[in-house]
């Protein structure tokens, strides 16, 4: 499904430390929770992007910085081609118009002191993009097009259900027609029969108004039906990127095979019992402390000398396709040699060969057209 | 036309009957009927799910088994048999033995169910004494077998940390080691992953089959998930505005559903392995109001079929909860004739989500990943 | 832990130093009120400029801040003026640190004038807090079982109806009725424990203390209430119905502990307040205390006195939130003050 079009949002080496102090005498920066460490990924115009893992993985940390309502410690958020990562908030505020962001929680994130009409016109009021008379006017559209009775502009959010709540927080995320949406847990908080509601409502405002999706979740089926494009994290690190089908159903990497297994399969009524699944020993790693090289080394059960030692890239594999693993293989087929040791110029152990030098350029936010292939295995 | 269900199952030890369960809240607004004639049953060593949305019941039902509605605003009636014992007919006092000790709850969010203040192990050994006579140094001593058996790691260590030293899978483990320290014949588990991660709630799907196996308790598992019902529960029971829409085998009911909400839930859901390019089939409309519910069945505001059904029967009779003709034990609450059809010719045809990925399976065509992938990584 | 006292406390020392800047600069930094305080409005100028100099008022505020500070740490002289020391030594008296002062028209010592009125407020407080504090919560806690029926509103109301009273008018009442007309304590009198015994230093300031009680009281019953009621909506809560505890476990001790912490604020600010005096308390019984002081060294201009007040006070709530916070640690296992 490889979109044509260019991207509306490239992210390179983006990375969030947040600074733990002590509790000593004087509070001294003692450690970085590193949230989000390095990732790269793209956003097609019109297109979405999903963004998948466990909580504590930074992928809401992610969806705030492109949102830019955090500052990235590091890297670069191009938006339409500029650099955005550092600007001020003053030089945001025109930006905001073109990315916003949908909440989980349709309650928490309305205000309950003001009517559906206000939250939704507010936008168009501070940015001024609706002359005063017309505010109404459009108001009432978009509660129409998101599926609500526009005569119920003047109404409160509690006299509205869950769905209806998250609808109102979509129309007013459409009210200044932005290019891009980051979409953090749209529908989690909602009641199965009206995810799918929400879920067809956000298809259709992408169609209608050709908005890009940055869609964080960790339903693995919701991400997977919303997105043709699927990266996972784990542990501030993205571990895998690609088209929906090679993911879901050719995933190189350890801990995406895990992830995928790890879900309920409502298919499985027809065998009936649990299905097989690898299973996941122990906890995810302090942040603050994540492993050496491989950050799921500590969990997977491939881990070798140079997962400690050298953290595998985010290298492409297919013209879709992108694994960060030493020993990327689908499932049953793992390498005997680490498949990377030659791009980062070290041996099978990992230890730095003399001479050789990692590969320049080896991750990029984009795919390319040319790519690495991976050993014949079997 | 009888209420009760499954007379003609084949079944085991009935270990608690339901029947015509009530719990009425009086409040200023009007009654509300939130659990309305509810009957059903577990065996022991089973697992019955039961699946609904936000104020369908399925909580509140089971805390009257607790006999949480106990001095609350609450009116319970009907029957709960638990163990040949009747429940609503006991004292307070009587009632309050039988907490922890024959049936025990999992909440949702282990966090807040644990008392933040007290060690993980001063609960669990809480929840032993108050039931057995023994001495402190000994509960202490069972709540660290307790977390041991429930896949803490260092358990004489860890029984003395707090909750939020704990994570979340962890925490919910350490629920579970605290619902089986009296070992109870009935485990109510509401939502006891929905607040956890995906691979953490695989643990612990597995540790509950695991223990259940060994304990031979009977498991109510309350969800929205149906993909964890279609892996935990023996029976399913769906249930919508306070009543029992539908109940049978899993493997049965989903398959074979009978009741249009049962079919909106299986069509609004995306499965992982479902065709991404089928618009989702949402239930249109919002869960009925408890304290106005709809006229007739609760169900028919939303339902597709409903104008299917002569003489405006839907809106104007509340359908009763029938054995299918020609099962052994599948119940459902329709007035539509020949539901069987209506799903796979029409439902069916539209390829929705959740629904085809199991005809799939069913029929056998594997559409998309793997389905079985086993801890050596090979596809079977 | 340690470490984390003592920042507080470093913390603290500099909020009452800061704290005593802005006493200085609100007494002290009008030269001419201040003068005039100290001598009344028939003052002659010539009386004025002496009275100044005496007291170093004719300086400026932040030296006389200064020397304030270099007394409680080192100690001084008074009079302020070093050349009128000098002429008349027999006017000199020694201020050892920490020297919150001199009062002149007391002719002594602040600290020694508050030193004797210390232990009256600090007895009469101190009993107060425990009865209002074991009452309160435990009233609260009833309440909140039987929450909407008659205990509840008869607990509530009748706090709040005695709460509404003046408390003159309440200290009067058990003056009145309870020591003189019926007799049932001694007539109210502050005896330290070294002349009278306990049984007699109790008895002796029963009728203060429960005055203050009548007044604090009723915060406590409606918050404790109030917490005890929010807390038991807690999931918790319900763990611990289900576990199969009987009523008064999970009231008593799942309840109370979580509703513990906004109790335990409440009740630290309070007794700092409370331990710096109760004026009219101590007033309608005729009590020696910090409140009585400082309502007479207020009508008689003496400001350093109320200087030595303010620094006291400010120092008994410093000390209360450092005590609260430390407690905070005690009571919920998630608060770390490492």
Partial sequence: ?378 | ?380 | MFAYVVRRLLIGIAMLIVMTLITFVLFLNNKEAAVLASCGKNCTPAQKVEIAKTFGYDQPVVVQWGKFLKGVVVGREFPDDPALRKSSPQLVTQCPPPCLGYSYKSAALVRDVMKDTIPVSVSVASVAFVIWLVLGVLLGIIAALNRGTWVDKIIVGSTLVIFAFPTFFIGLLLYIFIALKFGWVPIPAYISIADGGIFNWFMGLLLPAITLVVFYMAGYVRMTRAFVLETSTEDYIRTAKAKGLPARTVIGKHTFRAALTPIVTMAGMDLALVLGGAPITESVFNFNGLGKLAVEASTQYDLPINIGIVVLLSAFVILANIVVDIAYAFIDPRVSVK
């Fill in chain 2, 1 to 380: 036309m009888t209420m009760t269900p499954h007379e003609d199952r084949v079944v085991g030890e009935q270990l608690l009957t339901v029947k015509d369960l009530r719990v009425h809240f009086k409040t200023h607004d009007g009654m509300v009927k939130a659990v309305d004639g509810l009957s059903y049953d577990v065996a022991r060593g089973q697992t019955l799910g039961i699946v609904g949305e936000s104020g369908s019941g399925k909580s509140v039902s089971s805390l009257a088994i607790l006999g949480l509605h106990r001095n609350t605003n609450a009116t319970v009636t009907g029957e709960i048999t638990l163990g040949g014992v009747e429940l609503l007919t006991l004292t307070d006092e009587e009632m309050r033995r039988k907490r922890g000790r024959d049936v025990a709850m999992i909440f949702q969010d282990p966090l807040s169910a644990l008392h933040p203040y007290y060690t993980v192990g001063a609960q669990i050994a809480e929840a032993y004494r108050i039931h057995n006579d023994v001495s402190k140094s000994a509960a202490k001593k069972r709540a660290v077998e307790m977390l041991g058996l429930v896949g803490i790691p260092q358990p004489d260590r860890r029984v003395d940390d707090y909750p939020h030293q704990f994570s979340g899978g962890m925490r919910q483990r350490a629920m579970i080691g605290m619902a089986l320290v009296n070992d109870p014949g009935l485990i109510i588990a509401d939502e006891p992953t929905t607040a956890l991660d995906v691979t953490v709630q695989a643990q612990i799907l597995d540790l509950l089959q695991k223990l259940q196996k060994e304990f031979n308790s009977a498991i109510i598992m309350i969800t929205h998930d149906l993909g964890v019902v279609a892996e935990m529960a023996d029976e399913v029971l769906v249930m919508y505005g306070g009543k029992a829409v539908e109940n049978g085998p899993t493997n049965e009911l989903l398959v074979h559903p009978q009741m249009p909400y049962t079919w909106g839930l299986l069509s609004s859901v995306p499965d992982i392995t479902s065709d991404p390019n089928l618009p989702l089939r949402p239930i249109p409309g919002n869960p009925p109001s408890l304290l106005s519910p709809p006229s007739g069945c609760a169900f028919h505001p939303r339902c597709t079929f409903a104008a299917r059904v002569p003489d405006n029967l839907c809106s104007t009779t509340v359908p009763a909860l029938e054995q299918i003709e020609g099962k052994t034990f599948h119940l459902s609450r329709c007035h539509l004739r020949d539901p069987e059809a209506v799903y796979h010719n029409e439902v069916l045809a539209e390829g929705p989500a959740g629904a085809s990925a199991i005809a799939a399976q069913v029929a056998g065509v594997l559409p998309n990943a793997p389905r079985h992938l086993d801890a050596e990584g090979g596809e079977s």
């Fill in chain 1, 1 to 378: 499904m490889a979109t044509e079009s260019s991207n509306i949002l490239e992210v390179q080496d983006l990375t969030m430390h947040f600074p733990v102090r002590s509790n000593g005498l004087i509070r001294r920066v003692t450690g970085h929770v590193q949230a989000v460490d390095g990732v790269n990924f793209s956003v097609p115009a019109g297109g979405s992007l999903g963004l998948v893992g466990e909580s504590g993985c930074g992928k809401s940390t992610t969806g705030r910085m492109v949102a830019r309502l955090l500052k990235p410690t590091r890297g670069e958020i191009r938006f339409e081609g500029d650099d955005i990562a550092n600007l001020s908030s003053r030089e945001l505020k025109p930006l905001r118009r073109h990315i916003q962001m949908i909440f989980q929680d349709p309650y928490g994130s309305l205000n309950p002191r003001q009517t559906v009409g206000a939250i939704v016109a507010t936008p168009m009021e501070i940015h001024k993009t609706v002359p005063e008379k017309n505010i109404k006017a459009r108001v009432q559209e978009l509660l129409e097009f998101v599926g609500l009775n526009p005569e119920h502009y003047n109404r409160y959010p509690h006299e509205f259900s869950g769905g209806q709540r998250q609808r109102i927080g979509i129309a007013r995320s459409l009210a200044l027609q932005p290019k891009l949406l980051v979409a953090d847990e749209p529908v989690s908080a909602l009641d199965v029969s009206i995810q799918a509601q929400v879920i067809n409502l956000l298809q259709e405002v992408q169609r209608e108004f050709n908005i890009g999706f940055l869609f964080i979740a960790h339903d693995l089926a919701v991400v997977r039906h919303f997105c043709p494009e699927v990266a996972v994290m784990y542990l501030g690190r993205i571990v895998e990127i690609g088209d929906r089908d090679t993911l879901y159903n050719r995933p190189l990497h350890p801990y995406t095979q895990a992830l995928i297994s790890a879900a309920p399969d409502v298919a499985q009524a027809a065998v009936g019992g649990r299905r097989e699944r690898i299973r996941l020993e122990g906890d995810v790693p302090s942040p603050i402390n994540p492993p050496s090289g491989c950050r799921f080394r500590t969990r997977c059960s491939l881990a070798k000398d140079i997962c400690a030692k050298v953290e595998p890239p985010l290298l492409q594999v297919a013209p879709r396709h992108k694994v960060a693993c030493h020993f990327a293989g689908e499932l049953g087929k793992v390498p005997t040699r680490p498949v990377t040791a030659d791009f980062l110029g070290v041996d099978d152990a990992g230890n730095p060969v003399a001479g050789k030098q990692p590969m320049p350029g080896l991750e990029s936010p984009d795919f390319r057209d040319t790519w690495f292939d991976l050993p014949p295995q079997g």
